[in-house]
């Protein structure tokens, strides 16, 4: 979050406390040797997201199996660090026609087919089992276990955000350090190329044309957005600055997404031109804009006015060239509301519909931010009737628009001072954030 002196304080967070049972250490059959566990027609533990930011929300664990096989008589087995159960979750129903069975912590996971919260493990260290009765149909260990309970080297663990998945779907080579990577959650839908979910090498741009690091904001990925940037790193992509003093056709060729976060200055019909023939060509742009009077650099622009175009008021004078800004509402169908000031509270905006990047995805934060108008395309996320996420396909390309730059900003500056607040991993914020450009880049 900006070091502002007037933008407001996280949002308190209730902390909810599970009380959880010992169940005891059940017989496992193959204990000497675990080497071909997976019989033929038998499911398989295909991804595990047990890491979300925050107080963990929305966890999940997935199988893979036939369609319609029934899952009576199965049990998933969690074992601690030091291979100690601590924790059974009885299965129930049957496979779905899509060959995935998610078991899900709460009602905000996406294509959920059981719901029940044991299915939080562990952080960090740690190993699941798959049992039919007493005999061991699959299992998995991930991060440093001191006693393993898996099938060869364990898998490596996620950071919070992130989960360990089967690459590809139902790949078992008895090594589970070689059938499952760190990717971004995709609960019942198939998994993609392990960390950065094949999308390594493609280019994201964080844009710093416009002052996005003007007076107490720093969104920059060496600052602020340093967090955000190394988080997209992870997942495979090569993140940069485009830094200059205006965007081009040129300095977007070779791009997949470009970020613009918080503008500070209008674009030019020059520079909307080459965004727009950049979306319409295959592109992914997404707009971060925030509250209404946010002039960080007394240009007289604020961020809705860059991305929605000239109010009328502010400046007193503006060329002909710069009086539509981005303009897009016009151009994406997305516009940055101008019915928000800085008087409005803090929310906690949560998913309205269902679409991949909302997958383990519960809430996010809006500390003082702005709605967004939908002119075409789809609601994602809002608040007392008002949305703050929507997402548009564009020509061949993508766009999205998300209504407050402190979400996905961390409390470290470009200059190396500290700041107060550290939003990066409240609520689902993370997950969001990288949700969002993954879907940009066509890679969920």
């Known amino acids: 979050m900006s070091h502002s002196t007037f933008r407001r304080g996280l949002m308190l967070l209730a902390s909810v406390s599970l009380a959880l049972s010992s169940c005891g250490h059940v017989p496992l059959s193959g204990e000497a040797g675990l080497s071909s566990l997976a019989a033929a027609g038998e499911p398989v533990i295909n991804e595990l997201y047990y890491d979300a930011p925050g107080t963990d929300a929305g966890t999940f664990i997935e199988l893979k199996g036939p369609a319609g096989k029934s899952l009576s008589g199965y049990t998933l087995a969690a074992f601690d660090t030091a291979g100690t159960q601590y924790r059974t979750v009885t299965l129930s129903g049957t496979i779905p026609a899509s060959g995935f069975f998610v078991v899900a912590q709460d009602t905000t996971v996406a294509n959920r087919t059981l719901v029940n919260t044991g299915v939080d493990l562990n952080n960090g260290s740690g190993s699941l089992r798959l049992l039919k009765s007493s005999a061991v149909i699959d299992a998995v260990a991930y991060g440093s276990p001191t006693s393993s309970r898996g099938e060869g080297t364990p898998a490596p663990t996620t950071g919070a955000g992130s989960a360990l998945a089967r690459v590809p779907d139902g790949s078992d080579t008895d090594a589970n350090s070689v059938d499952f990577k760190v990717q971004v959650s995709t609960p019942g839908a198939a998994n993609g190329g392990g960390t950065g979910g094949g999308a390594t090498g493609k280019k994201v741009l964080f844009d710093l044309t416009k002052a996005e690091d003007a007076g107490n904001a720093d969104w920059r990925i060496d600052g602020a957005y340093s967090d955000y940037a190394n988080a997209l790193r992870g997942l495979g992509y090569a993140?940069?600055?485009l830094t200059g003093t205006s965007i081009t056709s040129t300095s977007l060729s070779g791009a997949s997404v470009l970020v613009i976060p918080?503008?500070?200055n209008p674009f030019s019909d020059a520079e909307r031109a080459a965004i727009q023939s950049f979306v319409q060509n295959g592109g992914g742009v997404f707009m971060i804009t925030d509250h209404r009077v946010s002039d960080r650099n007394n240009s007289g622009w604020d961020s809705p006015?860059?991305?929605?175009?000239?109010?009328?008021s502010t400046p007193s004078s503006v060329s002909t060239s710069l009086q539509a800004s981005l303009n897009s509402d016009v151009i994406f169908g997305l516009g940055a509301s101008f019915?928000?000031?800085?008087?409005?509270?803090v929310y906690t905006a949560t998913p309205v519909t269902t679409?991949?990047?909302?997958?383990?995805?519960?809430?996010?934060g809006v500390y003082v931010g702005t709605s967004v108008d939908v002119l075409s395309g789809t609601a994602l996320m809002g608040t007392g009737g008002r949305t703050y996420l929507a997402v548009n396909s564009v020509g061949s390309g993508r766009v999205a628009m998300w209504g407050d730059s402190s979400t996905f900003g961390d409390n470290t500056y470009s200059d190396g001072s500290t700041g107060t607040y550290n939003n990066w991993p409240n609520l689902s914020n993370a997950a969001l954030g990288k949700n969002v450009v993954r879907w940009l880049a066509k890679d969920l």
Do not use: C, R
């Not at 019915?339 to 509270?345: G, K, L, Q």
């Not at 679409?355 to 996010?364: D, E, K, M």
């Open 305 to 312: 006015e860059v991305f929605g175009g000239w109010d009328g």
């Open 262 to 264: 918080e503008p500070q």
């Open 355 to 364: 679409h991949p990047i909302l997958n383990g995805v519960s809430s996010a």
């Open 339 to 345: 019915n928000s000031s800085f008087s409005d509270p």
């Open 239 to 241: 993140v940069s600055s």
